[in-house]
């Protein structure tokens, strides 16, 4: 028989709601135990709206139950630290939300808590799983494109205006920045397809005029390989674009341009559910336009319109880490792994300061 995990969530908000709680329901080894949330309101309750879970007023109350096998850490990356040890030392195992923690001397710390009690540490890059990059990953694992050279990956907007509200995402704080909230994504996902680079080069600012509270929205990073592979990654908040790229990938024998974001997020914010026929999946007319795989034939550039594959889903995610705490197979995104995207943040911080190109 088959063992099922309970999982217990620390947070309730937009993250938990949105990105967690759906995909953990999907996965039939999973089941949602516990939540903590400290001030519930009529109209925001995880008592009413998933009847029989346990509900804590703290994360301390909640690992003390020894019901619970798997936390999963929904809270801001400045709680990250304190959480995840919290969680480790109570030996529970762990999913921490992305970023995965401020420092990498935060991070190797974690993992040493966690290989020194036995337990498994993930973070949460889901972004392995959208259906864009598991595209291109085949396209540049299979050899399709023949000897890569240079891979771009963009998380542009245009959003010229200051934000206001109270989110992390625009704060300046340990882990904020648009080069820990989205960076994360399109770093990890780089890291995860090329390895580690060799060098790296950041320019890290502010593009929104006005913006007098030093968070910085916008950043570009080189990773460079010994290979003579250039990654590029950005992410921008003023590109007046109708259609914004996301991926540019050039090889000897070919190249592929997408546009668009992965649907995944744009379906959940609409409403659309997890379970839904067509989730995460783009229309025809969307990929067939975005979509663009140009290949040489006979010296000639020939472009061709390239479908996007079936999506895995951020479900994958969770089923991976199921079979993980099962004891089969390899974590999602290990907390290992997760500390190299860390170097490389904080190496292209300090580049962005320094104005020169730092060794990995």
Not at 28 to 50: F, G, I, N, W
Not at 102 to 109: G, H, I, S, V
Not at 157 to 177: E, F, I, L, N, Y
Request: aromatic share 10%; glycine share 8%.
């Amino acid at each position: 028989m088959t063992k099922s995990f309970n999982v217990g969530v620390v947070g309730y908000g937009f993250s938990a709601k949105v990105f967690h709680i759906p995909f953990i329901q999907q996965v039939s080894d999973l089941k949602l135990y516990a939540v903590v949330q400290r001030t519930p309101r009529p109209d925001d309750d995880p008592e009413k709206d998933h009847p029989g879970i346990k509900v804590y007023r703290s994360a301390e109350e909640m690992v003390r139950d020894p019901a619970v096998d798997v936390v999963i850490i929904t809270t801001a990356p400045d709680s990250h630290f304190y959480l995840v040890k919290l969680a480790l030392e109570a030996k529970k195992n762990v999913v921490c939300e992305k970023p995965f923690v401020p420092t990498e001397a935060e991070a190797n710390e974690l993992v040493a808590l966690a290989q020194a009690q036995n337990k498994l540490l993930a973070v949460y890059q889901n972004r392995r799983f959208d259906a864009d990059f598991v595209t291109v990953s085949k396209l540049v694992t299979s050899g399709a494109l023949g000897r890569v050279v240079e891979y771009e990956t963009h998380f542009d907007r245009h959003r010229p205006a200051v934000p206001t509200g109270t989110s992390w995402k625009t704060q300046v704080m340990p882990g904020g920045g648009a080069i820990y909230d989205l960076g994360s994504h399109v770093l990890d996902q780089a890291v995860h397809l090329f390895g580690a680079p060799d060098r790296v080069t950041g320019f890290i600012g502010t593009q929104r005029q006005g913006d007098t509270g030093g968070y910085e929205d916008s950043f570009t990073v080189l990773l460079h390989y010994t290979s003579g592979l250039l990654v590029t990654a950005k992410a921008a908040v003023v590109s007046p674009e109708e259609e914004q790229l996301r991926f540019w990938v050039r090889g000897e024998d070919g190249s592929y341009k997408k546009f668009h974001l992965d649907i995944q997020e744009e379906q959940l914010k609409a409403g659309m559910k997890a379970t839904d026929h067509g989730f995460g999946s783009e229309p025809s007319d969307r990929y067939g336009i975005i979509g663009v795989l140009t290949t040489i034939k006979d010296g000639t550039p020939v472009k061709e319109r390239f479908p996007t594959v079936e999506p895995p889903t951020w479900t994958e995610y969770y089923r991976k880490l199921a079979r993980a705490l099962a004891g089969h197979g390899d974590l999602p995104a290990s907390g290992a792994e997760a500390s190299r995207v860390i170097r490389v943040i904080e190496l292209a911080q300090q580049s962005s300061k320094e104005g020169k190109t730092l060794a990995f």
